[in-house]
């Protein structure tokens, strides 16, 4: 195997037998991996001609994009469960324990920029004022 190939193989892991629901699609589950894959394997060797860069890097800094903004969306959902959502913001030791932070750091997750964020996004303001933001509270 061509060392993109194995690259976009690392990248697009084909399911294990049994994991796949219904199991008469695993076939064609495997099927849209593999494509998966060949897509990916293209991408990056243009990528990597265009750019005069090695595919394994290519493919790193991919990720680390793609896990910034898998982040950036997970502090715009804290601040819509804590700031937005109903006429009682969820909990803290709930989206702590589903967003893989500690109870405390859902606070400091999100601030007052994801708080704009997800106003623009959803075309309202938040359900409460914060309390860092309301006067004469101290």
Do not use: W
């Not at 589950?29 to 290519?58: F, G, N, T």
């Not at 006429?87 to 999100?110: H, K, Q, W």
């Amino acid at each position: 195997m061509h060392p993109i190939e194995e690259l976009a193989a690392l990248r697009h892991p084909l399911p294990e037998p049994g994991t796949v629901i219904p199991e008469d699609c695993y076939a064609d589950a495997c099927e849209q991996i593999l494509e998966q894959r060949e897509r990916d394997a293209l991408h990056l060797e243009a990528a990597s001609d265009d750019q005069q860069v090695d595919p394994l890097l290519l493919a790193l800094e991919d990720l680390k994009t793609q896990k910034e903004a898998v982040d950036a969306q997970i502090r715009q959902l804290l601040a819509y469960g804590r700031e937005f959502h109903g006429s009682r913001p969820y909990g803290l030791e709930d989206l702590a324990r589903r967003a893989g932070y500690s109870f405390s750091g859902v606070r400091t997750a999100y601030g007052e920029t994801e708080i704009r964020q997800v106003a623009a996004q959803i075309g309202r303001e938040p359900n409460r004022p914060r309390r860092d933001t309301v006067k004469g509270n101290r």
